[in-house]
DNA sequence: GCCAACGTTGGC
DNA sequence: GCCAACGTTGGC
């Protein structure tokens, strides 16, 4: 293993966007109800790095980039039945979801948008730009990511 | 274990 | 609003 690995991240920006992580410095990544992309997190290591994309807006792209800083911790929203991630099938004794803490680094200098990452790469290289690909957490093999990192500096 | 029906994500 | 691509659920 050498150097950190890179993921992308989604989130819709009026669920929390750049802007907030950018205030809050860090946060969990919590409220994935998706195994494919629980699984994802729990193979993050300490300093990988994730590029944050605003999803489910106009126009959707790559905003920033943030750092893996704490694992496997509990996602609480699954006990708590106020909240839109609360899991009745979840329990303290068997808690079924777990997430990331991740740490704001930058905002790109340079919005990359998926009509222009879609230019960029094909469905083989970046997961993200395959037609009706769901998955909020993908991870983005290191050559693609230099790539896009160069393009949003 | 199979599979149809249904639900969700998210771009367009 | 449409639809592609899956994931989940439940009957059998």
Redesign the pocket.
């Known amino acids: 293993m050498t150097g950190p690995n890179y993921w992308l991240m ?1 989130s ?1 920006p009026n669920a929390y966007s750049i802007e907030d992580l950018k205030k809050d410095g860090v946060t969990l990544w919590d409220g994935i ?4 992309a629980r699984n994802f997190m729990r193979r993050m290591n300490i300093g990988d790095k994730i590029f944050f994309y605003h ?3 106009k ?2 792209g790559i905003v920033g980039f943030m750092e893996v800083v704490g694992l496997n911790i509990i996602d609480p929203t699954q006990f708590k039945k106020e909240s839109v991630y609360y899991d009745p099938k979840s329990s303290h004794e068997k808690p079924r979801w777990d997430c990331v803490k991740v740490k704001y680094l930058f905002k790109a200098e340079k919005f990359l948008s ?2 222009e990452l ?1 230019i960029l790469f094909n469905e083989k290289e970046l997961l993200l730009v395959k ?6 957490i993908i991870p983005v093999e290191m050559k693609i990511a230099k790539l896009i990192l160069e393009k949003i500096k």
Do not use: A, I, V
Request: glycine share 4%; net charge positive.
């Open positions: 989604k819709e109800r998706n195994y494919q999803s489910n807006c126009p959707p998926l009509s879609k037609k009706g690909n769901r998955l909020s």
